[in-house]
């Protein structure tokens, strides 16, 4: 089997790239290859499908503000529905953490993203369910948990369906004259020395090494450009021919609720028009929470750190003990409406952690692009991360990205990388 | 059993860190532990031993610099034998790498690196058996392979005893009252909560969590400061804990030839006191050679980069094929002396390669300090390295290198770090 340009996984990253390569280059086969039996069947779908433009780093805004315009133009004038709603974002501040945050809410706010400072006043009054005070008692002070002072509102934010996201990326990229080989599952790059000899034992050290394609569960498929976007799978593929992936792949869960009890957490009032509760980060722990308009339940996530390990996992599962020992406890001090509730749901997926910047990678060695290490934020970037490996494959120091803003290609490679360190990560 | 400071590995990096801890903090307890039987059995006595001051990165040159100034401390001074050669590092360039690296150089001499750049006629003066001018057989043009134009000696670098050096620093350190236990296999870090409640699943999210020991085939090890040095190994303890070791493990071969073919490498002149050969670096394939005076052999190395694989072994091994394959064709058409040789000897160690920016890492987490990541310049850094992890334990925002030059300790952080990318890689 030959193609011109070979894209490994069909998820966010993989289907965006391939869109952007296709319209791109449309004299070229574009063959896109995923071992699932459809697209974004590994951890795109697994995602809270959670989007924001509110990051520290001007990089990360950029590849997100733009996506979200994008994901607007998708839903309006391509006509996909992919269940955008604008729900906002809203971060909950102690006193100690607002201090910490100011200087960087302020250089956000002058980069000129949308921003809305809360009282706690206003949250009470806009979140009823919302407990800001939380006392003194033993417990609150045993958890080191400390009280609501302000809430930070992102409105170009919220949430939508990842799955319909991925679909309608196939859509438009075989309505162009891409193809999509499901079930193919890669099990190795294929590394040829230049020139080749076709002596046992090459590449040697004295060729150069290019990726020539890959070996699949359906034969080898030869590629003039291989395309490896297969998140957190990605190191089973780089390690062999000693190139870093730049991440570790940790796990990430979700749980769901649904419940007469959780019914004041869709009746939110002035933050958006849907009237539900905004992807609310809790000021401790990293516990967030969200509306589902419209399957009328309320999920919940965790993005914990040190103590959960990195380990690739071809099937996560949640862990019904993480909630009741450990989220519960922090939940139902800010939200008491979850007294005793039990997740009717739940599931895992995992984040390809860049422990360094947490921005994505975008770096290419002969005949290879890798788009990846995004950090739990791939689908939220993904339009944007597709434009810019269409523009590494062309040869182009910038990318455009959807709206006429241009990107600096090598600026997410790993030799000439310039990324300034997020430090907004939930 | 319970240590304030427990130092998690024996090599290079552990051995300086457990030194200049227990030299800062005399009244602590400092329990050096190790898997294998003595010091420096991983991967340090697997090194080549070189060390040189010539980096591109101020960061490098600054661990390097002082670090070799401590070595010459320590065999002067100290009285150990520890056979440093200062034979000197002599990189061969094309034309085409000359141009390129020529801002480098003068960058490095601004700084005050003592570099002196030889002609092909001086090179050749000084090393009858190298070749220059490669001609242009089918050969050559086939493996890409150029003639060499320009040589950069660099005079404070060299090579040393890497078994000498770890058990000089095992020797100051149990003077100083410092205890080693060997034969003691880490299984895994120990992490608690805090406040710590003694219930199952602790740590849990509200909890701040906190390295408190290790867990070693004999017993737990209680310690208040926890010091992971266990190079390529460190993942396997950091993993499971969540923690990104920034960076994966390659293997590195040597070869040692001993012939009276290659008398003449031991009889080079106008380098070095010693007539030998410096660790020359070729001008293709990052091949390099050294004189190892002591045994009057030559060593042979090559760092590979693409196509050979990222992957932890326990016990890797030399290829004789790498070397009748791969170096070989290299090395006999700069050093035909080589014809028809074979290695009398080659063992395998591993490097944990940091790809981003190529130096070491020194971070933290509540109750463990970090150190690796060290690029297969661990050994030539590591008297740095272990003032900075004491300084880190201390609290400090400097360190004090050997003779009296001052790091800022969180340049080597994940969190704040601030590193040139390095461009003189071997």
Redesign the interface.
């Known amino acids: 089997m030959k193609c011109d340009i070979l894209v490994i996984g069909a998820g966010a990253l993989g289907l965006s790239a391939a869109y952007h390569l296709k319209r791109g280059n449309p004299e070229k086969s574009v063959l896109v290859v995923d071992r699932h039996g459809g697209p974004g069947q590994g951890n795109s779908a697994k995602s809270e499908g959670a989007f924001r433009n509110t990051f520290t780093s001007e990089t990360n805004y950029l590849l997100a503000d733009s996506t979200i315009d994008w994901f607007t133009h998708m839903q309006e004038d391509l006509g996909h529905d992919i269940k955008l709603g604008f729900l906002g974002y809203l971060w909950l501040f102690s006193e100690e953490q607002h201090r910490r945050v100011t200087p960087a809410i302020r250089r956000m706010m002058e980069r000129g993203v949308e921003l809305r400072e809360l009282g706690k006043e206003e949250l009470q009054d806009a979140i009823p369910d919302l407990v800001t005070d939380l006392g003194d008692d033993e417990e609150v002070e ?4 400390e009280s609501v002072e302000t809430g930070l509102f992102c409105p170009k934010s919220g949430s939508l369906d990842a799955d319909a996201l991925v679909r309608s990326y196939e859509e438009e990229f075989l309505k162009l004259g891409g193809e999509v080989s499901y079930g193919t599952e890669v099990q190795r790059l294929v ?1 040829k020395g230049e ?1 080749e000899l076709g ?1 046992p ?1 090459e ?7 290019r990726i020539t394609g890959a070996e699949t569960g359906k034969g080898e498929i030869e590629a003039e450009t291989t395309i490896v976007a297969a998140g957190v799978w990605s190191e089973t593929l ?7 992936a ?1 991440m ?1 792949p ?1 796990k990430r869960q979700l749980f769901v609720f649904k419940d007469p009890k959780l019914e004041g957490l869709m009746d939110v009032k002035g933050l958006n028009e849907e009237g539900a509760l905004p992807l609310t980060v809790l000021p ?4 967030f929470l969200k509306a589902e308009v419209t399957e009328g339940s309320v999920w919940l996530g ?1 993005a ?8 690739l996992e071809d099937d996560p599962q949640a862990e019904e ?1 993480y909630y009741t ?3 519960y ?2 939940l139902v001090k800010y939200f008491p409406c979850f007294a005793d509730l039990r997740p009717m749901n739940s599931w895992a997926g995992q984040y390809a ?1 860049n ?2 910047d947490g921005a994505p990678v975008v770096s290419g ?2 005949g290879m692009i890798y788009v990846g290490a995004a950090s739990g934020s791939g689908i939220m970037k993904c339009d944007a991360l597709g434009r810019i490996v269409a523009a590494f494959h062309a040869g182009e120091e910038e990318a455009e990205l959807y709206g006429g803003r241009r990107f600096r290609v090598a600026d997410l490679g ?4 310039r990324v300034e ?1 997020e430090t907004f990560i939930i």
């Open positions: 045993l958890m080191g948990l590394l020139p002596i034992g590449p040697f050290v004295w060729q150069e090494a780089l390690d062999p021919i000693g190139v870093d730049m570790r940790k401790k722990s990293a516990v965790c914990d750190d040190i103590g959960r390990p990195f380990d003990d020992d450990s989220l406890h922090v952690v422990s360094l060695e002969p790993v030799a000439d990388r360190r």
